[in-house]
C-alpha cells in the first residue's frame, strides 16, 4: 500500500474555490499507475465518493452533486492528484481524504470506496454561509 497525504483544505466563504492535492508520503512511491479518488466526510455522516480519475487520467467520475463544479485531475511527472473545487456551497463541508486503487493500469469506471486501497488522513474543508 502508499502512503498519501493531502494538502490544501481550509474555510473559504460560499462561492469560493479551494484546490485540494494528494501526493506519496514516501519519497520513491508513486501512483503513477493507480486510479486516485477523492471522498469526504461530515461530522456525523458516512464518508461518501466525490471523484476519482483513472492512472492515465483519460477517465474521471463524479458524484453528480459535484458534477458541475469539481475538477478531479493528475499530473504523473508530478506523482500528484488534485481536486479544484469552485462554488463551493456549505454543504460541502467535510473532510476530503484521497485514496488509491491497488489495482495497476486498471481502465474501468470508479464509484465505490471498496474500489481503493491506501488512504490518506485527510484534510478539512469548511465552507461558511
Known amino acids: 500500500q502508499v502512503q498519501l497525504v493531502e494538502s490544501g483544505g481550509g474555510l473559504v466563504q460560499a462561492g469560493g474555490s479551494l484546490r485540494l492535492t494528494c501526493a506519496c508520503a514516501a519519497s520513491g512511491r508513486t501512483v503513477r499507475n493507480n486510479g486516485v479518488g477523492w471522498f469526504r466526510q461530515a461530522a456525523g455522516k458516512e464518508r461518501e465518493f466525490v471523484a476519482a480519475?483513472?492512472?492515465?487520467?483519460?477517465?474521471?467520475y463524479y458524484e453528480d452533486s459535484v458534477k458541475d463544479r469539481f475538477t478531479i485531475s493528475r499530473d504523473n511527472a508530478k506523482n500528484t492528484v488534485y481536486l479544484q473545487m469552485n462554488s463551493l456551497k456549505p454543504e460541502d463541508t467535510a473532510v476530503y481524504s484521497c485514496?488509491?486503487?491497488?489495482?495497476?493500469?486498471?481502465?474501468?469506471?470508479?464509484?465505490?470506496?471498496?474500489?481503493?486501497?491506501?488512504w490518506g488522513q485527510g484534510t478539512q474543508v469548511t465552507v461558511s454561509s
Open positions: 485514496a488509491a486503487d491497488g489495482k495497476l493500469w486498471y481502465g474501468g469506471t470508479y464509484y465505490s470506496e471498496s474500489q481503493f486501497d491506501s
Open positions: 480519475i483513472n492512472w492515465d487520467g483519460t477517465g474521471t
